[in-house]
């Protein structure tokens, strides 16, 4: 089992940034993606970014360019790095862990942690 504790989410003007962190602890052998997911009210959750522990990134087109992900070198916490934030960057954003054991995958989230940003 892995347990993912998000922080860093807040009340944010437009144009200002963010840094959300993830930290995971548990069973994280076998961690080979880290990522962040958001969900507006009314919308259905989607991806912002993934990061594998190969280093390779994927990023939602609505954040390229703005949004950075990143990640510690044993796969145990992500930071996404929030700029030139936008109101409909608001939602409840979400990380997420995906594992690897004999053969079986597995998924994990955190609770959520909620970005606001004003116009």
């Known amino acids: 089992q892995v347990h993912l504790v998000e922080s860093g989410g807040g009340l944010v003007q437009a144009g200002g940034s963010l840094r959300l962190s993830c930290a995971a602890s548990?069973?994280?052998?076998?961690?080979?993606?880290l990522g962040w997911y958001r969900q507006a009210p009314g919308r259905q959750r989607e991806l912002v970014a993934v990061?594998?522990?190969?280093?390779?990134?994927n990023y939602a087109d609505s954040v390229k360019g703005r949004f950075t992900i990143s990640r510690d070198n044993v796969m145990t916490t992500t930071y996404l790095q929030m700029n030139s934030l936008k109101p409909e960057d608001t939602a409840v954003y979400y990380c997420n862990a995906g594992r690897r054991s004999f053969g079986k995958s597995y998924d994990y989230w955190g609770q959520g942690t909620q970005v606001t940003v004003s116009s």
């Open positions: 548990g069973t994280t052998r076998g961690i080979n993606a």
């Open positions: 990061i594998t522990s190969a280093g390779t990134t």
